[in-house]
């Protein structure tokens, strides 16, 4: 079974990710997609939202997908988990089954510099989501490009695959929310109104350093767990 796998904060979920899961089914041709909330590491990234209320947003948002499943491996733990930790459960734990990391542009390029780079070779494949004409992805040394996800590729394989994805940035909706505007349209309805009221009651938490640019969050570089893989 292909398996991507979509790792990120989500502080808040918004469209981008719904778009980005179905995408992994729909353009990619996974047989599922596992969304893997982090524990972030950065918590000037907002602090309003704990692991357990953004896994149970995820959960409201995929419920009725199947072949979404969201799973609870880095929230369960107390610490930020690097992606390559990830990557060796999922080996222990489905040997038989074919992982394939989910990437947006930003991601891939600063692949080299995630902890314990390169082992990430020998444990996945990586699917690169990023806008179409795009002409600066980095062919990263050892691995292999193909066309596409294939049940015939083995790990390190990687592929670049264009989509179309709403254009919306995490950070922005934190800051509107806190200042008490909407956030219709950018983050899917079911989940809206609770999204709303958990930035707004912490207002407080959207301070300079919110507003500065953060580590994208989880690997780089190299010392702490700060890959905000897909927000």
Known sequence: ???GLFGGSFDPPHAGHVALAQAGLDVAGFDEVWIIPANPVHRQLSGCADGSTRLAWMQQLFSNNPRIRIVEWETELPRPTPTIETLRRFKREYPHDQPWLMLGGDAWHSLDSWREYPAHQQLCSVAVFARAGINDLPHHSGWQQVAGPDATHTSG????????LPDIAATALRRDAALG????GRVP???RKAVEAAYQTHSQAFTAEEQAPAFPARDSPKTVNAEERHT
Not at 157 to 164: G, I, M
């Open 157 to 164: 394989s990687w592929c670049y695959l264009p989509v179309a």
């Open 181 to 184: 505007l909407t956030l219709q």
């Open 1 to 3: 079974m292909k398996v």
């Open 189 to 191: 309805e079911p989940i």
